[in-house]
């Protein structure tokens, strides 16, 4: 079977006027910034993922987060709108590189949708309204996805930017949660690890085929993790965390059916 795909984006030198919504702006060191992505890229290869990273672009601040701009399935790929104008333009190289791989769907104005709001959880698929999702475009989601056999269920989001800030799956069947962000009887279905209450933003993690890539930041909820029985590997993520960035942002996941 061939290896699956990773979709990457360089980090742009105009890092530091991203968007944010609910951190401070802090100073953010563009060099240490690509040597934490190269970091992660080496974690996302090691796993048996072949890397495809797009070039960066100076007039796109927002772009190495290449999770916002779609949603993959095995199915098809959906091209979001994001929520911030800001970030529509990083949309064309992404679809070039999805349309190789999966038939593309794109959501329609005036619909707004990031990618850090969609939860897919099996056939499940959860979607956060939030500061940057609105109401349109879940009724788009369900018409996409429920023809071919998936539940969307929205879900709203409180004190985080994305859903997927306060709820990641980690194993079949098992979400990480902050139950500060999120109300976790949506998820009922599901076994549930809450964060370490110390370490509100612990609740993203990256899923892959035989590990989870989980910031070093949060070492006491790295142990919870770890007491499941998972193999966690960490990476340091400290200068794309002030750009409201965490690890399930920067890659989107093409797996082969």
């Known amino acids: 079977m ?5 979709i990457t984006r360089a980090v742009s030198s105009a ?3 991203c968007e944010l919504t609910h951190l401070e702006r802090v100073p953010i060191d563009v060099t240490v910034a690509r040597a934490q992505h190269q970091q992660y890229e080496r974690a996302l290869a090691e796993s048996g993922y072949i890397v495809e990273r797009l070039d960066a672009d100076a007039s796109l601040p927002d772009s190495v987060f290449v ?28 679809a070039a590189v999805l ?9 329609q104005a005036p619909a707004t949708i990031d990618g850090g709001d969609v ?3 099996g056939r499940r698929v959860f979607v956060g309204r939030s500061s940057r999702t609105n109401d349109a475009a879940v009724v788009q989601m369900e018409r996409l996805l429920q023809p071919i056999g998936y539940s969307v ?14 709820v990641t799956v980690v194993d079949e069947r098992l979400l ?10 949506t998820f009922d279905d599901f076994d549930v690890i809450a964060v370490d209450p110390g370490e509100p933003m612990a609740a993203n993690a990256l899923r892959l085929r035989d590990r989870i890539v989980f910031p070093s930041a949060f070492p006491a909820t790295a142990q919870r993790l770890a007491r499941r029985g998972l193999r966690l590997q960490t ?10 960035g965490a690890v399930t942002c920067c890659s989107l996941i093409v797996e082969h059916r």
């Open 67 to 94: 999770e916002d701009i779609a949603v993959v399935f095995d199915e098809l790929a959906i091209l979001t709108r994001p929520g911030a104008e800001s970030r529509r333009a990083e949309t064309a190289p992404v």
């Open 99 to 107: 349309a190789r791989h999966r038939r593309c769907e794109t959501i």
């Open 15 to 17: 890092i530091a006027s």
């Open 176 to 185: 990480l949660v902050n139950p500060e962000w999120i109300d976790v009887d």
């Open 2 to 6: 061939p290896s699956p795909l990773a």
């Open 235 to 244: 990476v340091d993520a400290s200068e794309l965390t002030k750009a409201e």
């Open 119 to 121: 939860l897919v959880a």
């Open 153 to 166: 269920t929205a879900v709203t989001v409180d004190g985080c930017l994305h859903l997927k800030s306060a």
